[in-house]
């Protein structure tokens, strides 16, 4: 006897979900801790080491997802994997959106909402990551000034800094506004804006759903779509001006989809 599919598709969705909760709570507490351990005791590189282990850890998330959930396949263009030193913008569908570009990346750092870096181990990590809270408040401000100086030393290095200009999802595909935060980093760091977008993460993790949507043909894709110089050859343009033009890139690629 075949069980029909409306029975078949909420059974994976939650045996999806579950397999994938387990890697990431089962999966790093027996595999990834001690090496997260060891690469705390480093004297030197400990910043590098931790952002390598996310990669790593996120890479094998999505290695997992792609074998264990019908119908999801994951499109990344290569040219994206080579970006180095820049700062990049993308569309924030998801909350898979962030893992993806770590997953992408083996020297990353992001902006992450404040209040994330009081999680008793995953704040743990995104400090000894080098990543940096959205607000400066009081209990954050030495480490925000910290990773904020050296910045430019790191983009230099070959590390990305990615950052989702609207700061947080859209639940309609619309663009949100824009911060102006990722396009300040750049200018100051003189480096280029490497502008991604990333499609249908939103329709594997819907926003507002626990399970993941399995069963039906979902291709994950980023892409770059653009590259900006952050000064756009001239040092008195206007960061409202950067802003608009990157906006309306975006803008443009969502009317034709």
């Known amino acids: 006897m075949v069980l029909p599919m409306r029975y078949i598709k909420p059974l994976m969705d939650v045996v999806v979900t579950l397999l994938l909760w387990g890697y990431f709570i089962l999966g790093f507490f027996l595999f990834f801790a001690p090496f ?8 030197t590189d400990r910043e590098a080491a931790f952002q ?3 990669f790593r850890f996120y890479r094998g998330f999505f290695r997992l997802l792609c074998l264990i959930a019908p119908g999801v396949t994951l499109n990344i263009r290569e040219e994206i994997r080579t970006i180095r030193s820049s700062v990049i913008v993308c569309n924030h ?8 570009l770590i997953s992408l990346f083996e020297k990353q750092k992001t902006i992450v909402k404040s209040a994330l870096f009081s999680e008793p181990v995953f704040g743990w990590i995104m400090r000894k990551s080098g990543y940096i809270p959205s607000q400066a408040g009081d209990e954050y401000a030495s480490l925000m000034i910290r990773n904020m100086e050296n910045i430019r030393e790191y983009l230099a290095s070959g590390g990305n800094v990615f950052i989702f200009p609207e700061g947080t999802r859209s639940r309609t595909g619309r663009l949100g506004p824009f911060n102006k935060s990722a396009f300040s980093i750049a200018r100051y760091c003189a480096a280029p804006i490497q502008c991604l977008m990333i499609r249908n993460t939103n329709r594997l993790f819907v926003p507002g759903r626990f399970w993941f949507n399995t069963c039906v043909p979902v291709a994950i894709e980023a892409e770059r779509i653009g590259v900006f110089d952050p000064g756009c050859g001239d040092p008195a343009f206007p960061l409202a001006a950067l802003i608009s033009r990157v906006r309306s890139l975006y803008e443009k690629r969502l009317g034709k989809e």
């Not at 569908?93 to 993806?100: A, Q």
């Open 93 to 100: 569908l998801s909350y898979l959106d962030p893992i993806l």
């Open 52 to 54: 390598r282990l996310n």
């Open 36 to 43: 997260y351990m060891a690469a705390a005791l480093r004297r």
